[in-house]
């Protein structure tokens, strides 16, 4: 009798420590590490419909930033090329590509809408950067930097290569998906162009 009621004794009697060690341990752990883990989200839009003309007859600006591997080419699609940016330091430059969008901006502050088009070897970092300088510009405003859109609107696409972006004449030719967006006024791209060469 006394043997048996021993051995309930000793069989009721758990050490816990040791697991509650490592709870004590594990659980900080756990919500340190969860940070670490969130994703981030890009919203992209697919691009629209063949629209290159506004209901008032007018050219709409469809703007486009085409990442190349040795630059960077923002234009219209109707009306081509604007600016071209060379790597600078072997790196593309996208601080000269966000001041000549906030030019673009200050001139068209309807448009939101912007294609990124790559080429097939772009890398996907150069992608995800370039999507940070069109959607968002740093604006003074009562004296504090406040974030406000540029061109939140992005849809991405494949570039032409350049040997097969010219037609017979020798003209550029744009062969991307095109974005349908507000209209512009008369000469408005013509002063952009001109801004753009000096």
Same mark, same amino acid.
């Given at each position: 009798?006394?043997?048996?009621?021993?051995?309930? !004794?000793?069989?009721?009697? %758990?050490?816990?420590?040791?697991?509650?060690?490592?709870?004590?341990?594990?659980?900080?752990?756990?919500?340190?590490?969860?940070?670490?883990?969130?994703?981030?989200?890009?919203?992209?839009?697919?691009?629209?419909?063949?629209?290159?003309? /506004?209901?008032?007859?007018?050219?709409?600006?469809?703007?486009?930033?085409?990442?190349?591997?040795?630059?960077?080419?923002?234009?219209?699609?109707?009306?081509?090329?604007?600016?071209?940016?060379?790597?600078?330091?072997?790196?593309?430059?996208?601080?000269?590509?966000?001041?000549?969008?906030?030019?673009?901006?200050?001139?068209?502050?309807? %448009?939101?809408?912007?294609?990124?088009?790559?080429?097939?070897?772009?890398?996907?970092?150069?992608? %995800?950067?370039?999507?940070? !300088?069109?959607?968002?510009?740093?604006?003074?405003?009562?004296?504090?930097?406040?974030?406000?859109?540029?061109?939140?609107? %992005?849809?991405?696409?494949?570039?032409?290569?350049?040997?097969?972006?010219?037609?017979?004449?020798?003209?550029?030719?744009?062969?991307?998906?095109?974005?349908?967006?507000?209209?512009?006024?008369?000469? /408005?791209?013509?002063?952009?162009?001109?801004?753009?060469?000096?």
């Amino acid at each position: 009798m006394r043997r048996s009621q021993r051995q309930k !004794n000793q069989e009721a009697e %758990i050490n816990i420590t040791a697991f509650l060690n490592l709870m004590v341990v594990l659980i900080p752990f756990l919500l340190i590490t969860a940070v670490f883990s969130q994703v981030s989200v890009l919203e992209l839009n697919l691009p629209s419909g063949n629209q290159n003309d /506004t209901p008032e007859g007018k050219q709409a600006l469809v703007l486009e930033m085409t990442i190349r591997a040795s630059q960077l080419e923002i234009g219209d699609r109707n009306d081509g090329t604007l600016k071209v940016l060379n790597k600078i330091n072997g790196q593309h430059d996208f601080i000269g590509a966000h001041e000549f969008l906030k030019k673009v901006k200050q001139q068209f502050p309807k %448009i939101t809408e912007i294609a990124l088009l790559l080429e097939d070897h772009v890398e996907y970092d150069v992608l %995800i950067k370039a999507m940070d !300088n069109v959607r968002l510009q740093n604006t003074l405003i009562n004296g504090q930097v406040i974030k406000t859109e540029l061109f939140p609107n %992005i849809a991405i696409g494949s570039a032409a290569d350049l040997a097969n972006t010219a037609d017979a004449s020798g003209t550029k030719v744009n062969t991307s998906t095109p974005l349908s967006v507000t209209s512009l006024p008369a000469g /408005t791209l013509s002063q952009l162009s001109e801004e753009a060469s000096r």
